[in-house]
């Protein structure tokens, strides 16, 4: 085919399917315009994950009658006028492509008023053109309703997720622009019924408190740093809180929230040697920078920006986080020494029997020789001899790998072993873990768990799977909704699951085993399967046989 320029119907249809990926993106650039306009209350309302209705509506400056058409053009923006504006931005939009991407791929209403004494204006759109405009009253501010999300394109339309999927990331996405603005009364309202709801007066850890809980919030540790031109606020949380997953570390630049691994680092790094592997803590932060100091104009939906001065930001945010946890940089030294000395014994690579990156469905089925347990190192791991050298076997990984096949097994037989609280457990969910948790009921009902809703996103928890008897039953909960929500797994759910209340039910590195212990840990440990390997396919046991010993101390060459 010969080069030709694209036509204009098609170029509109690439750009909007770049601005609008899925129901949140309508959400996200609508409470970006309300934000703009400087709404004190925003309401949120979506049904069916978005695709039926996503409506948003705030109390703003509004949109003048005048300029109601000229809002749904392409490049049509009130908030940047010039190529130099473009280097000091300072809304959270700036392109002028929402709303003429969202009315391309759905069909929207927008009704808005800028001032009590004018009259407002209502104005109907379908495939991105003007069906009907009128005068009709309302109070000052704008509520747009889009609806029939991706009707003419039925391959994104077949691409989302259930509704309820849709539904946890608009959750999410509304949770934290609550987070960014606490001063802002924000209202969500998913399927009818009310999933978060903040004051506005102005509290971050209130806001918390409505997110994640409030006994979570209350124990949160407060933020505070100033660097040049960087300034950190916010909220961090001590080290015996955690979660094992990056989805409640939340930053925001200049109040835009963005998805930076450099902020994430720097916060994390903070931590070095206070959390063990695998956990993360629970963060909200604002970077606080002068708008030439960011390029904001690099990423289609804006979640992503660019430092001028990275190394600057990095370590505002390391010292604020670390001076939140009591740490100055001369003490976290010490603890990182500390965590190497007490936690993980590196081996030379060259005397190791098996290679680390092994995968588990490659192993063969090894079962395990008649060990002696000699004792446990650095409360972490057991050594232990064979009739073939010195077995090092990670405690952690080892039970791990134990109740991993046990909860399949029972799950699988449809067998079980319930155990009932005599207390039932409290647990406040975050939006987004109810709308999880609403999708997997029944499968948390078939490993054991009984969870009855006790108003206003609290539940009781009033059975657990027997084997979890020991383990902390908030901290399995939450981390297997945040396993059954991740998108990154293919496995099978069943086996996430199993994976996930294995690696939170499974014995801790650091904690002192008595030799009664040790010994039923092997035990079990031989009749699994595949006792070489955790769940996850890391190693649970480094073998050195006589003979590596032998030439390690050139015995032979
Ligand atoms: P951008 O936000 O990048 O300017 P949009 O397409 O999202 O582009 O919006 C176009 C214009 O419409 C904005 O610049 C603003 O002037 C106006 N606008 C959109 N939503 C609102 C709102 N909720 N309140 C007031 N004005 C709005
Ligand atoms: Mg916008």
């Given at each position: 085919?010969?080069?030709?320029?694209?036509?204009?119907?098609?170029?509109?249809?690439?750009?909007?399917?770049?601005?609008?990926?899925?129901?949140?993106?309508?959400?996200?650039?609508?409470?970006?315009?309300?934000?703009?306009?400087?709404?004190?209350?925003?309401?949120?309302?979506?049904?069916?994950?978005?695709?039926?209705?996503?409506?948003?509506?705030?109390?703003?400056?509004?949109?003048?009658?005048?300029?109601?058409?000229?809002?749904?053009?392409?490049?049509?923006?009130s908030k940047i006028a010039n190529l130099d504006d473009l280097d000091k931005i300072s809304s959270l939009g700036f392109r002028g492509e929402a709303l003429p991407s969202i009315a391309t791929?759905?069909?929207?209403?927008?009704?808005?008023?800028?001032?009590?004494?004018?009259?407002?204006?209502?104005?109907?759109?379908?495939?991105?053109?003007?069906?009907?405009?009128?005068?009709?009253?309302?109070?000052?501010?704008?509520?747009?309703?889009?609806?029939?999300?991706?009707?003419?394109?039925?391959?994104?339309?077949?691409?989302?997720?259930?509704?309820?999927?849709?539904?946890?990331?608009?959750?999410?996405?509304?949770?934290?622009?609550?987070?960014?603005?606490?001063?802002?009364?924000?209202?969500?309202?998913?399927?009818?019924?009310?999933?978060?709801?903040?004051?506005?007066?102005?509290?971050?850890?209130?806001?918390?408190?409505?997110?994640?809980?409030?006994?979570?919030?209350?124990?949160?540790?407060?933020?505070?740093?100033?660097?040049?031109?960087?300034?950190?606020?916010?909220?961090?949380?001590?080290?015996?809180?955690?979660?094992?997953?990056?989805?409640?570390?939340?930053?925001?630049?200049?109040?835009?929230?963005?998805?930076?691994?450099?902020?994430?680092?720097?916060?994390?790094?903070?931590?070095?040697?206070?959390?063990?592997?695998?956990?993360?803590?629970?963060?909200?932060?604002?970077?606080?920078?002068?708008?030439?100091?960011?390029?904001?104009?690099?990423?289609?939906?804006?979640?992503?920006?660019?430092?001028?001065?990275?190394?600057?930001?990095?370590?505002?945010?390391?010292?604020?986080?670390?001076?939140?946890?009591?740490?100055?940089?001369?003490?976290?030294?010490?603890?990182?020494?500390?965590?190497?000395?007490?936690?993980?014994?590196?081996?030379?690579?060259?005397?190791?029997?098996?290679?680390?990156?092994?995968?588990?469905?490659?192993?063969?089925?090894?079962?395990?020789?008649?060990?002696?347990?000699?004792?446990?190192?650095?409360?972490?791991?057991?050594?232990?001899?064979?009739?073939?050298?010195?077995?090092?076997?990670?405690?952690?990984?080892?039970?791990?790998?134990?109740?991993?096949?046990?909860?399949?097994?029972?799950?699988?037989?449809?067998?079980?072993?319930?155990?009932?609280?005599?207390?039932?457990?409290?647990?406040?969910?975050?939006?987004?873990?109810?709308?999880?948790?609403?999708?997997?009921?029944?499968?948390?009902?078939?490993?054991?768990?009984?969870?009855?809703?006790?108003?206003?996103?609290?539940?009781?928890?009033?059975?657990?799977?027997?084997?979890?008897?020991?383990?902390?039953?908030?901290?399995?909960?939450?981390?297997?909704?945040?396993?059954?929500?991740?998108?990154?797994?293919?496995?099978?759910?069943?086996?996430?699951?199993?994976q996930s209340l294995a690696c939170h039910g499974a014995i801790r590195a650091g904690q002192q085993l008595s030799n009664e212990e040790i010994r039923e840990l092997i035990k079990q440990l031989?009749?699994?399967?595949?006792?070489?390997?955790?769940?996850?396919?890391?190693?649970?046991?480094?073998?050195?046989?006589?003979?590596?010993?032998?030439?390690?101390?050139?015995?032979?060459?």
């Open positions: 085919m010969p080069i030709k320029v694209l036509q204009s119907d098609v170029v509109s249809k690439i750009a909007a399917g770049e601005v609008v990926e899925r129901p949140v993106s309508v959400v996200k650039e609508l409470v970006e315009n309300s934000l703009d306009a400087g709404a004190t209350e925003i309401a949120v309302e979506a049904q069916g994950g978005g695709v039926e209705l996503i409506k948003v509506s705030d109390n703003g400056a509004g949109i003048p009658s005048s300029e109601l058409e000229l809002a749904f053009h392409r490049y049509a923006t791929v759905a069909e929207v209403e927008i009704f808005t008023q800028t001032s009590s004494r004018t009259v407002g204006s209502y104005m109907y759109l379908r495939k991105g053109e003007v069906i009907r405009k009128e005068s009709r009253a309302r109070a000052p501010g704008t509520t747009v309703s889009v609806r029939r999300l991706f009707r003419y394109f039925p391959a994104r339309l077949k691409f989302l997720k259930s509704a309820n999927t849709e539904n946890s990331h608009i959750a999410h996405l509304v949770s934290q622009y609550a987070l960014a603005f606490p001063e802002v009364k924000f209202n969500l309202v998913l399927d009818k019924r009310l999933s978060l709801q903040t004051t506005g007066h102005g509290d971050l850890c209130e806001v918390v408190g409505k997110i994640y809980g409030s006994e979570l919030a209350q124990r949160m540790l407060k933020v505070e740093q100033r660097d040049g031109p960087a300034k950190v606020s916010g909220l961090t949380s001590p080290p015996s809180l955690t979660r094992s997953n990056r989805n409640y570390l939340s930053f925001f630049v200049n109040r835009r929230w963005v998805h930076s691994p450099l902020l994430t680092r720097a916060a994390e790094e903070a931590y070095h040697g206070l959390l063990m592997d695998g956990q993360h803590p629970i963060v909200v932060i604002n970077v606080s920078l002068p708008p030439q100091e960011l390029d904001v104009n690099i990423h289609p939906a804006k979640a992503q920006i660019k430092f001028c001065q990275e190394q600057v930001v990095f370590s505002c945010v390391r010292k604020a986080v670390e001076e939140a946890l009591g740490r100055t940089p001369i003490a976290s030294q010490k603890a990182v020494s500390f965590s190497a000395n007490s936690g993980h014994w590196q081996s030379p690579r060259m005397i190791m029997d098996n290679e680390p990156a092994f995968l588990a469905s490659q192993l063969p089925t090894l079962e395990l020789p008649l060990l002696r347990v000699l004792g446990q190192l650095g409360n972490t791991y057991i050594i232990a001899e064979g009739p073939d050298g010195l077995y090092l076997i990670d405690q952690h990984s080892a039970h791990e790998r134990i109740l991993y096949d046990r909860i399949l097994a029972q799950w699988s037989q449809q067998a079980v072993e319930v155990q009932g609280l005599l207390q039932p457990v409290t647990i406040e969910f975050s939006p987004r873990e109810e709308e999880t948790l609403k999708t997997s009921k029944e499968l948390l009902a078939g490993f054991g768990f009984t969870i009855e809703p006790f108003g206003n996103r609290s539940y009781l928890i009033r059975t657990i799977p027997a084997l979890m008897a020991r383990a902390n039953i908030i901290e399995i909960i939450t981390a297997l909704l945040d396993s059954l929500a991740s998108k990154e797994s293919l496995n099978p759910w069943e086996e996430r699951a199993a031989e009749q699994t399967k595949q006792p070489r390997a955790c769940p996850h396919g890391r190693p649970t046991m480094i073998h050195l046989s006589a003979h590596q010993l032998e030439k390690e101390f050139g015995r032979i060459s």
